[in-house]
C-alpha cells in the first residue's frame, strides 16, 4: 500500500507540518524564486516596478512568448524538488525509492505508459481540430525559437510535474494519510489542493470558476492511480505527457504557459462541455484502460481503506 511506504520512515505528524514549509516556502517560493528575482532586479526600473515584475506583471517585462520567461518560471520548481529530496532523505529517513513507490525500484514502463496514455490522445485530437477548424489555429512555427523553447521544456516540464506530484500526491498523500489513518481524507485533501493551486492560473479569467472542476478532477484522478497502483509513477509519467504536449504543440495568448509552440489558437476563449470532458468522459476511460492493464483490485480498500503501520513480527524464544 503506497500511504504506508512512509511507516518505512519517521512519520511524526509535526515532521510533515515543518516538511510542508521547508519544501513549499524555502525550496519552492525563496531557493526556487532567486533566478526569477534576480532577472527581474536587473530588469526592473526603481522599487515600484520590481515589485509589479515580482507579481502578475512580471511576464510584460519580456516580449511575447518569451523563451527567457519560460525558463525562469520553470526554473523555480528546481528549488522545490531539491529541498524535497532532502527532505524525505534526511528529515524523515526515508528512502527516495521507497516514497516513489512500493515495487523494489522505480517501474520507468509505468511512467512511460501514463506519459504516452495522455500524449498520444491530445496529440491526436488537437491535430484533428485543427483539420476540422483551420480558422482556429495560426501556424506560428519558426524553427530556431522552437528548438530552443523545445530543450527548455523537455528538461525543466518533467521536473516541475514531478514536483507537484511528489508533493501533493507523494508528500501531503503520506502525511495526511498517516494522521488521519486512512485513504480517502488525504485522496479529497490533496485533490482540492491541487485544484485551488491552479485557479490563479490565468485561465481562470477567461474560463471562470467552472474550470476548477477540471483542476480538481486531475487531482482526483491522479491521486486515484497512485493509490490504486501502489505509486506514483503513472502519475508522474501523465503530468508530464499532458503538460508538455501542451506546451509544445499550442498556445494561447491566455494560458500560463506562451511558448514558441507549433500552433497559436487564436479562437474566443469558452468555458463550455469540453472543460469538463476530460473529468467525465476521458479520465474514466483512462482509468478503465489502466486498471485493465496492471489488473487492479480491491478498489475499495484502496482508496477508502484505513491506513495502519505494518506489523512486525517477533521470533520469542523460550529457554
Known amino acids: 500500500m503506497y500511504i504506508e511506504q512512509a511507516f518505512k ?13 521547508l519544501i513549499f516556502l524555502v525550496g519552492w517560493q525563496l531557493i526556487g524564486a532567486i533566478p526569477i528575482s534576480v532577472v527581474s532586479l536587473l530588469q526592473a526600473d526603481g522599487l515600484a516596478d520590481l515589485e509589479n515584475s515580482l507579481t502578475s506583471n512580471f511576464a510584460s517585462l519580456y516580449p511575447e512568448q518569451s523563451n527567457l520567461y519560460l525558463f525562469l518560471v520553470l526554473s523555480t520548481f528546481i528549488g522545490g524538488i531539491i529541498v524535497l529530496y532532502l527532505t524525505v532523505k534526511y528529515f524523515h ?11 523494489k525500484k522505480v517501474d520507468w514502463g509505468r511512467v512511460f505508459f ?8 491530445m496529440l491526436l485530437f488537437t491535430l484533428a481540430d485543427f483539420y476540422f477548424s483551420p480558422e482556429d489555429y495560426v501556424l506560428q512555427f519558426e524553427i530556431v525559437p522552437f528548438l530552443i523553447m523545445a530543450a527548455i521544456c523537455i528538461v525543466f516540464i518533467p521536473i516541475q510535474t514531478s514536483f507537484e506530484e511528489y508533493f501533493f500526491r507523494g ?7 498517516v494522521s488521519a489513518k ?3 481524507l488525504p485522496l479529497v485533501i490533496t485533490s482540492v489542493i491541487f485544484g485551488g493551486m491552479h485557479l490563479i492560473n490565468p485561465e481562470v479569467e477567461k474560463l471562470g470558476y467552472i474550470v476548477s472542476i477540471y483542476y480538481i478532477g486531475t487531482g482526483f484522478f491522479l491521486g486515484i492511480i497512485a493509490l490504486m497502483d501502489d505509486g506514483l509513477e503513472l502519475a508522474l509519467g501523465f503530468h508530464a505527457g499532458n503538460n508538455l504536449v501542451i506546451a509544445l504543440l499550442v498556445t494561447t495568448d491566455w494560458t500560463v504557459f506562451q511558448t514558441h509552440s507549433i500552433f497559436k489558437d487564436i479562437s474566443e476563449p469558452a468555458a463550455g462541455f469540453d472543460v469538463i470532458m476530460p473529468v467525465l468522459i476521458l479520465y474514466p476511460i483512462y482509468l478503465a484502460i ?4 496492471y489488473k487492479w483490485k480491491n478498489w475499495n480498500e484502496k482508496l477508502f481503506g484505513k491506513v495502519k503501520p505494518p506489523v512486525i513480527d517477533v521470533e520469542i524464544q523460550t529457554l
Open 171 to 177: 508528500y501531503l498523500m503520506q502525511g495526511i494519510g
Open 9 to 21: 520512515g519517521l512519520h511524526e505528524s509535526w515532521r510533515y507540518v515543518v516538511g510542508v514549509l
Open 290 to 293: 489502466l486498471a485493465y492493464r
Open 114 to 121: 501514463g506519459f504516452f496514455l495522455i500524449a498520444i490522445p
Open 93 to 103: 529517513k526515508l528512502s527516495f525509492t521507497a516514497f516513489t513507490t512500493v515495487r
Open 182 to 184: 486512512n485513504k480517502w
